[in-house]
């Protein structure tokens, strides 16, 4: 049976079951840290605040110890997943330009599941909270969400044609992780306070496990492999997987002009830099609204992030309105970074359950920079390389993702006992960071794209023996 050539069902279902558990990872942690600091029962009621049910000076400090705690326990988290993570995620994604996409895909889901397991797990079974971090740390040696996303991203680029498709494709899959994730964390609150922490991982699981059956068995690959590609016994033998994996990386920059490299690096340093500030303050919002005064329940909880995932489609609909206007892709990048930064500055100000909620209207256009920022960078490079390029996109962002979740939760844990909100200003501070880089790149104004694609072209006029010399010359100059 022919296979499909569709990522998008993959990424809407890891998107479902991955939030419908993200929600309450923290807050299951935060529970148990509650019982075994306090020797009490978390304070959970059906009132919109659990706040104002006790006031008194030993609950808040009480608060202020179990937040100091969480934020320690996703420090930690942090710490011991994300350097296995991040080398899984430049062998593989790189690898995948000779082995093809799937295992860039296949594995992460199955680390995924592996860790979806162990904290069914622990709930199940009471055990220690702690071995989450050493279950987060084994489903890392099979890569993460970054690994996924940079396998999908690659596989995407195979199957586009020009730079436009690209950037609407791309910004669909935003669109579609928004869409579903949307829909997961609406429910969690109510499926938690239903049944309990175990069924929501237990659903979770299930889903991963038919996403894990429709990418090995239905996914088409997209990468071919070419004829001639069996393995000759009495030849050389092939280079290893690190080796390709660094000849891929070199290769990514060695080929290209001195001002395309530059171009490069700049989208890379504002990709990064837009998404540590940008992860980084989301990391410590589900804290921020368990805390006081907002001390919010889980069904609020469920509202809140599903409210904040609506800025996938609406990041959709912005980058959809300025690509058919014709608006320059550095425009669309620079309203989604102020679009974060107004956000960012409202949370560090909301003491209520009406204005955090208003928090993510400013922030509707946050996502629009990625979808465009990848686009631009893969305009830039040639189709060849495309998993090199990815490997380094995904690389980059999960390695900024990691360390600003560990940092702002370390930051929130010192800051939480005089001003919550100092984080959320502190991530607005630093979207100056790719601002002013966006501003280099403005300067440096080059277009890139063409360039590749004459490049490209007087390649296979080379390579190709039937094309004439007159045709050949012409490209050569």
Same mark, same amino acid.
């Given at each position: 049976?022919?296979?499909?050539?569709?990522?998008?069902? /993959?990424?809407? =279902?890891?998107?479902?079951? !991955? @939030? $419908?558990?993200?929600?309450?990872?923290?807050?299951? *942690? +935060?529970?148990?840290?509650?019982?075994?600091?306090?020797?009490?029962?978390?304070?959970?009621?059906?009132?919109?605040?659990?706040?104002?049910?006790?006031?008194?000076?030993?609950?808040?400090?009480?608060?202020?110890?179990?937040?100091?705690?969480?934020?320690?326990?996703?420090?930690?988290?942090?710490?011991?997943?994300?350097?296995?993570?991040?080398?899984?995620?430049?062998?593989?994604?790189?690898?995948?330009?000779?082995?093809?996409?799937?295992?860039?895909?296949?594995?992460?889901? /199955?680390?995924? =599941?592996?860790?979806?397991? !162990? @904290? $069914?797990?622990?709930?199940?079974?009471?055990?220690? *909270? +702690?071995?989450?971090?050493?279950?987060?740390?084994?489903?890392?040696?099979?890569?993460?969400?970054?690994?996924?996303?940079?396998?999908?991203?690659?596989?995407?680029?195979?199957?586009?044609?020009?730079?436009?498709?690209?950037?609407?494709?791309?910004?669909?899959?935003?669109?579609?992780?928004?869409?579903?994730?949307?829909?997961?964390?609406?429910?969690?609150?109510?499926?938690?306070?239903?049944?309990?922490?175990?069924?929501?991982?237990?659903?979770?699981?299930?889903?991963?496990?038919?996403?894990? =059956?429709?990418?090995?068995?239905?996914?088409?690959?997209?990468?071919?492999?070419?004829?001639?590609?069996?393995?000759?016994?009495?030849?050389?033998?092939?280079?290893?997987?690190?080796?390709?994996?660094?000849?891929?990386?070199?290769?990514?920059?060695?080929?290209?002009?001195?001002?395309?490299?530059?171009?490069?690096?700049?989208?890379?340093?504002?990709?990064?830099?837009?998404?540590?500030?940008?992860?980084?303050?989301?990391?410590?919002?589900?804290?921020?609204?368990?805390?006081?005064?907002?001390?919010?329940?889980?069904?609020?909880?469920?509202?809140?992030?599903?409210?904040?995932?609506?800025?996938? =489609?609406?990041?959709?609909?912005?980058?959809?309105?300025?690509?058919?206007?014709?608006?320059?892709?550095?425009?669309?990048?620079?309203?989604?970074?102020?679009?974060?930064?107004?956000?960012?500055?409202?949370?560090?100000?909301?003491?209520?359950?009406?204005?955090?909620?208003?928090?993510?209207?400013?922030?509707?256009?946050?996502?629009?920079?990625?979808?465009?920022?990848?686009?631009?960078?893969?305009?830039?490079?040639?189709?060849?390389?495309?998993?090199?390029?990815?490997?380094?996109?995904?690389?980059?962002?999960?390695?900024?993702?990691?360390?600003?979740?560990?940092?702002?939760?370390?930051?929130?844990?010192?800051?939480?006992?005089?001003?919550?909100?100092?984080?959320?200003?502190?991530?607005?501070?630093?979207?100056?960071?790719?601002?002013?880089?966006?501003?280099?790149?403005?300067?440096?104004?080059?277009?890139?794209?063409?360039?590749?694609?004459?490049?490209?072209?007087?390649?296979?006029?080379?390579?190709?023996?039937?094309?004439?010399?007159?045709?050949?010359?012409?490209?050569?100059?």
């Amino acid at each position: 049976m022919r296979g499909l050539f569709f990522v998008e069902p /993959v990424i809407a =279902l890891y998107a479902f079951a !991955s @939030f $419908l558990i993200y929600p309450l990872l923290q807050q299951y *942690v +935060y529970r148990r840290l509650w019982q075994d600091l306090t020797n009490t029962t978390y304070p959970a009621y059906d009132n919109t605040s659990v706040c104002v049910t006790n006031t008194s000076s030993n609950h808040t400090n009480h608060h202020n110890e179990v937040q100091r705690q969480a934020s320690l326990f996703s420090l930690y988290t942090e710490l011991f997943s994300t350097p296995p993570s991040l080398v899984v995620t430049l062998l593989l994604v790189a690898y995948s330009d000779q082995r093809g996409r799937k295992i860039a895909i296949v594995l992460p889901l /199955v680390g995924s =599941l592996v860790f979806t397991l !162990s @904290f $069914l797990a622990v709930s199940f079974f009471e055990l220690d *909270v +702690y071995l989450l971090i050493g279950a987060s740390l084994a489903s890392s040696l099979f890569g993460g969400i970054g690994t996924f996303l940079g396998g999908c991203f690659a596989y995407i680029a195979d199957m586009c044609e020009n730079g436009k498709q690209k950037t609407l494709r791309m910004a669909g899959v935003d669109m579609v992780i928004g869409l579903l994730s949307g829909v997961a964390s609406l429910l969690t609150g109510y499926f938690l306070q239903a049944a309990g922490f175990n069924w929501p991982f237990l659903t979770s699981a299930i889903c991963q496990f038919l996403t894990l =059956l429709y990418a090995l068995f239905v996914l088409e690959e997209s990468v071919k492999k070419p004829p001639g590609d069996a393995i000759d016994l009495n030849g050389p033998p092939r280079p290893s997987a690190i080796k390709q994996m660094f000849f891929g990386m070199h290769q990514l920059f060695a080929g290209a002009s001195g001002r395309s490299n530059a171009l490069l690096v700049l989208l890379l340093l504002v990709f990064t830099t837009f998404s540590f500030a940008h992860v980084g303050g989301l990391s410590v919002i589900t804290l921020y609204e368990l805390n006081e005064p907002l001390c919010w329940s889980e069904i609020l909880i469920g509202y809140g992030t599903a409210l904040s995932t609506t800025v996938f =489609l609406t990041s959709f609909l912005g980058v959809s309105a300025f690509t058919f206007c014709g608006a320059p892709q550095l425009l669309t990048i620079l309203v989604g970074i102020l679009s974060v930064v107004s956000g960012m500055i409202l949370a560090s100000f909301a003491k209520t359950t009406v204005l955090m909620f208003l928090v993510r209207v400013p922030m509707l256009l946050a996502i629009m920079p990625f979808p465009i920022l990848r686009s631009m960078m893969s305009k830039i490079v040639s189709n060849s390389k495309q998993g090199a390029l990815f490997a380094c996109v995904a690389f980059l962002d999960n390695l900024s993702n990691s360390v600003s979740s560990a940092v702002f939760n370390a930051i929130y844990g010192i800051t939480v006992a005089w001003y919550p909100g100092f984080s959320f200003l502190l991530a607005a501070g630093l979207c100056l960071i790719p601002l002013v880089l966006l501003a280099a790149v403005g300067l440096l104004g080059v277009d890139v794209a063409t360039e590749v694609e004459e490049s490209e072209g007087l390649l296979s006029a080379e390579d190709d023996p039937d094309a004439d010399e007159d045709d050949k010359s012409v490209l050569r100059t």
